[in-house]
């Protein structure tokens, strides 16, 4: 089970660190990844975190993930922030190997999302 947080309102420019923290065991090795779906679009793939990280286009060089294994919990530090990053933000794992990392298919646990809203 994945617990999301840490969404909330900024100015165009601004920071926000997401937290997913997991009750799985073993979590250390789980493929996390982010997500995010603003309103009349489809959920997309933001970053992910393995064995490497990584990222979609729209949020290189702006955002960065990390884990902190001791915490069971996957950061997504989001900087630089624009108005078309606001969304729901949703965290999802899975197994290694489960398949490509940025599919939503490839996950089997997700967290209930955060809501990011970033002002103009």
């Known amino acids: 089970q994945l617990q999301a947080s840490g969404g909330g309102l900024v100015q165009a420019g601004g920071s926000l660190r997401l937290s997913c923290t997991a009750s799985q065991r073993a979590f250390s090795i789980y493929m996390v990844a982010w997500f995010r779906q603003a309103p009349g679009k489809e959920r997309e793939f933001v970053a992910a975190?393995?064995?490497?990280?990584y990222f979609a286009d729209s949020v290189k060089g702006r955002f960065t993930v990390s884990r902190d294994n001791a915490k069971n919990t996957v950061y997504l530090q989001m900087n630089s922030l624009k108005p078309e990053d606001t969304a729901v933000y949703y965290c999802?794992?899975?197994?290694?190997?489960?398949?490509?990392?940025?599919?939503?298919?490839?996950?089997?646990?997700w967290g209930q999302g955060t809501q990011v809203t970033v002002s103009s």
């Open positions: 975190i393995s064995y490497r990280t």
């Open positions: 999802a794992a899975a197994r290694p190997g489960s398949g490509i990392y940025s599919r939503s298919e490839t996950y089997d646990s």
